[in-house]
C-alpha cells in the first residue's frame, strides 16, 4: 500500500501540513523535514490503534514527530561523540606514533656509520643478508654479524633514550 493511502485510512492527511511545517522548523532542511515526517508517520501507523482512542490526533502526531526529532538529535550526539573518540584515540596513536619514530631516529643516529647502513639496509629497505653483503662487498656472515652487532648497539641506545613509561 502506499504511503499516502495509508495516511489517509488512519486519518493522518488533515495534519501533513503542519506536520510538515513543524518539522521544517525543527530541522531547517526541506529533506530532513520530509525524512522526519515519513518516520512519524510510520511510527503514528504502527500505533493506530492507540490513535483512534485519541480525540486529539493532531497533538498526539506532532508529539511522535518531536520525539523522533529528538531520537534523532540523540542518535547524532552518540555518532559525533564516537566520532569525536576515534579522532581522539588516532590523534594519540599518531602522537605516539611520532614520538616512537622520533625515538628510533635518535637512537639510529647514535650508532656508527656501519652500524647505522646495516640496519637501514635489513629494516627499512627490506634486503636480505646475502643482497646486503654484495652491496657492501662483504661476506654474508659478516653482514649477519654486523647486524647482531648493530642491533645490540640500537637496543642499548634506544632504552637510554626511551622514557621508561613508553617501553
Known sequence: ME???VAGEAG??????????????????EHEADDLVQDCLVCAVQGTDRARKSEFLGAWLHQILRRRWYDLLRRRAVERRHLGETRVAS????????????IVRRALQALDPDSRRVLEL????????????KELRKSSGSVRSSIFHALRKFELEFQRICPK???
Open 3 to 5: 504511503g499516502n493511502q
Open 12 to 29: 493522518f492527511v488533515p495534519y501533513l501540513g503542519s506536520l510538515r511545517t513543524a518539522a521544517r522548523r525543527l530541522t531547517s532542511s
Open 165 to 167: 613509561e613508553t617501553v
Open 91 to 102: 590523534n594519540r596513536a599518531d602522537n605516539d606514533a611520532s614520538v616512537g619514530a622520533e
Open 122 to 133: 635489513r629494516f627499512f629497505h627490506s634486503k636480505t643478508s646475502v643482497e646486503i653483503a
